[in-house]
């Protein structure tokens, strides 16, 4: 019987006075055994970020500390070394990754220069030895032209490819321990997969034990051996990942599995003869690089090629596709907040590019917006009311009346009347998105555009958000442009769904059949990329859903 | 237990409190809040507490402070009253430095909102105009501009607001350049909110906080300038201005060493002030900024 690699008992994690709860941690039992992956899974503010910077001591002190508990690597107690110590074990026995590889690899430097950093810090390698395995790593980290990539700065390669590097870096001195914060959340479907994959090949060839944190259930079920949920910075469950996901037995686990949106989407609906109140036609958008005066030109970028698609009356098309794809693009040409090269965008017939800024500016009430930021898409210096009422105010209603009507909306979106006099930064992230989608209805319109929505929230307020919008468009009968990476949350919620890449419409027809039957190659990869695919999440009933 | 995201957050206290709070947690802002109070008392009891010309003679020349009640901080060399200087200098040491701020964070701001928001060649001219106001030292551009228009009061004032927009022009675009990307903006014109209005209604007050920060700093170096100008002999004879006095003391500095001291101390003092009252304010203003 070995030692677990890592043992965590008892451990506390103090906060500073006048933070939402005294411990970010409390009581927090863990173990890790060589060879295994354990997610711990929880929500934003849950603590599973600070258990990690707990191992590495490399918490934010004196301000967050460890108040109690133990830390065991390999049986030693990590608390008890010296700063001197930690510095040997970091890098050497316990190796890190980060969630945005751009911010943890160093702008200025090559990816090969900083593989070498680790070698020279912590081996007695020479240069042609420390060479040699840096190059060996990044081959085993399957990147295309390890060479290359050997000399290339940071920002020349790839998000995915960066990742690699990270992995590759963590992996250069064999640890024994690997701690891997979010490392695929910043990562598209298809390369998240395959970063997934190679985390397990390599840990498996390594027998490495890895704590990985993620708040994606889908990632969970693709990746962990052993499963800890943290709520608030209580373990309120662990175990097996299969027993976890498929028999949850604490409520909050249940409801956050129920959250996880299922792979199946919803009845069609026989809208063929509703009325088409969107139609974008030909829709071209090159964005040119501007060039300095000495950098010269750089390449223009087509993000969006003669694309056309249909929105009819109370019908939802979600529009997915990866980073780069061009789906936000459309999500600002047809709201008309990006000029576009050429095309036609017909609201209820009138072509709404060539509208002049006066028509613009009444046709702007048809169409309205729901940001994917709900923090940065609320003036943090406005108060809800007046973020509420400021588009009908524009639009010529009185301002007593404007004020009435926000109440009512905020009613409408479920949110107490009492919030009216708040400002944007009291809320919680999923307050912040009602109040976002309270502000579009506030003009009527016929016509919904959600850039990515839910993306930034947690997932049970995710489910919550969606319920809310599709439960809004039918009782106001709305059209909805559902702008989405998250195949997810597109089935659950759109009739149709059109999938883009690099600035074309590669598929569409009804989810249903897409989802079914997939046409296209890069459908095909994107639906064979989701996460945790072959798990459907238990139908359970909570009495929070 | 429930996960239902609606339920609202306690109510924070009102902004004013939580200002006031952060404010008030730095001491030496304080301290600059005092001395800035102080200067503010002087200029509006300057009538109350010395009546009369200070310009006026009010005993011997020349007589040391705290010899004579009369005179209790002495007299110059033409025997007018330093108290009495002081006190109403602090009325034009003020002046200037609000007004001169107000024209030269009118300016900035304007010229920077525009050039920040509408970016392009807008941008392209504004910027270049402004690096050629940032060409010429502060100094030499403010003596030519008194040289033309003449040294009243007015003038100076106007005059050191001209040559001090540059800064706050500058910083207001870089504001303005990094906030017209955001969501909120892009919100606000999808209502229909004309550039007007999102420039001055939706931007302006987020780009306000570092802009009210330097303001203090300008105010500061408001002050230096006229003094400086003063000390110079090209400040308005009028008036009794605290670098008028240092000026005149110059001459009797060997013999008499207070005539230039208490106004040179005076000066520092307001001047620190407005320094840590912008400390302060940063810190109230951009909690994040300055995060210990």
């Known amino acids: ?545 | 237990m429930s996960l239902q995201s609606t339920e609202l957050a306690p109510a924070e206290p009102p902004r004013l409190v939580v200002f006031w709070r952060r404010y008030s947690r730095n001491r030496a802002a304080l301290l600059g809040l005092v001395i800035f109070t102080v200067v503010v008392i002087l200029a509006l009891t300057a009538g109350i507490v010395e009546p009369g010309d200070p310009l006026r003679r009010a005993g011997a020349p020349l007589t040391p402070p705290f010899t004579d009640w009369a005179t209790p901080l002495g007299t110059d060399q033409l025997g007018r009253d330093v108290m009495s200087g002081i006190f109403y200098g602090a009325r034009i040491s003020l002046l200037i430095g609000v007004v001169a701020t107000l024209v030269a964070i009118g300016i900035g701001v304007l010229i920077g909102a525009i050039a920040g928001y509408f970016g392009g060649w807008v941008d392209d001219v504004l910027m270049r105009v402004t690096e050629a106001f940032q060409t010429i030292p502060n100094f030499v551009l403010l003596l030519t501009l008194v040289a033309i228009m003449g040294s009243q009061i007015e003038w100076i004032t106007v005059a050191i607001g001209i040559v001090s927009w540059t800064a706050p022009a500058r910083m207001v675009r870089a504001e303005f350049m990094a906030l017209r990307g955001r969501e909120f903006v892009d919100a606000a014109r999808n209502l229909g909110v004309s550039n007007t209005s999102i420039i001055f209604r939706e931007i302006m007050p987020n780009a306000l906080p570092p802009i009210v920060v330097y303001a203090s700093v300008i105010m500061a170096l408001a002050i230096l300038l006229e003094s400086a100008l003063a000390f110079l002999g090209l400040g308005d004879p009028n008036y009794a201005s605290w670098g008028n006095m240092i000026g005149q003391g110059r001459s009797v500095l060997r013999t008499a060493p207070y005539c230039a001291v208490i106004p040179g101390i005076a000066i520092v003092l307001t001047v620190l002030s407005f320094s840590l009252l912008g400390e302060g304010l940063n810190d109230a203003l951009n909690p994040r900024q300055k995060k210990r």
């Not at chain 1, 910077?53 to 070394?81: C, N, Q, T, Y």
């Not at chain 1, 299922?262 to 088409?276: N, T, W």
């Open chain 1, 1 to 545: 019987m070995s030692q677990p690699v890592l043992d965590i008992s008892g451990l506390r994690i103090a906060l500073p006075k006048g933070a939402d709860r005294p411990f970010a941690l409390e009581d927090l039992n863990l173990t890790v055994e060589p060879g295994e992956i354990v997610c711990l899974v929880g929500e934003s503010g849950s603590g599973k970020s600070l258990s990690a910077g707990a191992v590495m001591r490399l918490l934010p002190e004196p301000h967050v500390h460890v108040a109690a508990g133990s830390i065991r690597f390999m049986g030693e107690d990590l608390l008890a070394k010296t700063p001197r110590q930690m510095r040997d074990i970091r890098g050497r026995d316990i190796a890190m990754i980060f969630q945005e590889p751009m911010t943890a690899l160093n702008p200025q430097k090559t990816v090969g220069w900083q593989l070498d950093e680790v070698l020279r810090l912590h081996t007695r390698l020479g240069r042609k030895a420390r060479r040699a395995r840096a190059l060996d790593m990044l081959e085993r980290v399957q990147l295309p032209d390890p060479r290359s990539a050997y000399n290339a700065y940071p920002h020349q390669v790839s998000g995915g490819q960066r990742q690699r590097v990270m992995i590759a870096m963590a992996l250069l001195l064999s640890p024994k321990l690997i701690i891997a914060d979010e490392p695929t959340t910043a990562l598209d479907v298809t390369t998240q997969l395959q970063i997934l994959k190679l985390i397990r090949e390599l840990q498996v060839e390594e027998q490495a034990g890895i704590l990985f944190i993620t708040h994606d259930f889908g990632v969970v079920a693709e990746i962990a051996d052993k499963v800890a949920v943290l709520r608030m910075g209580q373990l309120v469950e662990h175990g097996p990942a299969k027993t976890v996901l498929n028999n949850p037995q604490h409520p909050y686990t249940k409801a956050l599995i129920g959250a996880v949106p299922a792979l199946i989407p919803p009845p069609a609906k026989p809208l063929s003869s509703a009325p088409v109140v969107l139609k974008a036609e030909g829709l071209r958008k090159t964005f040119a690089a501007r060039g300095g005066l000495l950098s010269g030109k750089r390449k223009a970028v087509a993000a969006v090629k003669d694309l056309s698609f249909t929105l009819r009356q109370g019908e939802t098309l979600g529009v997915v596709g990866e980073s780069g794809s061009g789906k936000t693009t459309v999500s600002r040409i047809v709201t008309r907040l990006l000029e576009c090269d050429s095309g036609k965008v017909e609201v209820d017939g009138t072509d709404i590019l060539a509208a002049s800024p006066r028509e613009l500016r009444a046709m702007r009430k048809h169409i309205q917006m729901v940001f994917q930021d709900p923090m940065a898409s609320l003036n943090p210096r406005k108060r809800v009311v007046d973020l509420i009422a400021q588009g009908p105010i524009v639009h010529g209603t009185p301002r007593k009346k404007a004020h009435a009507d926000a109440r009512r909306l905020l009613e409408l979106v479920e949110l107490s009347p009492a919030a009216a006099t708040r400002f944007p930064h009291e809320f919680s992230g999923g307050q912040r998105q009602r109040i976002g989608i309270a502000r579009a209805l506030s003009m009527e319109p016929k016509i919904i555009v959600a850039d990515e929505p839910v993306s930034a929230l947690d997932v049970s307020v995710q489910a919550q958000v969606l319920k809310l919008l599709a439960e809004l468009r039918d009782r106001l009968n709305l059209s909805l442009l559902f702008v989405t990476h998250d195949l997810r949350v597109a089935a659950q919620l759109c009739d149709r769904i059109i999938v883009m890449q690099n600035g074309e419409i590669v598929e569409q027809g009804a989810t249903a059949d897409v989802f079914a039957n997939p046409q296209h190659p890069y459908t095909q990869k994107l639906l064979s990329s989701i996460p945790g695919r072959h798990w459907t999440p238990p139908v359970l009933t909570t009495e929070a859903a």
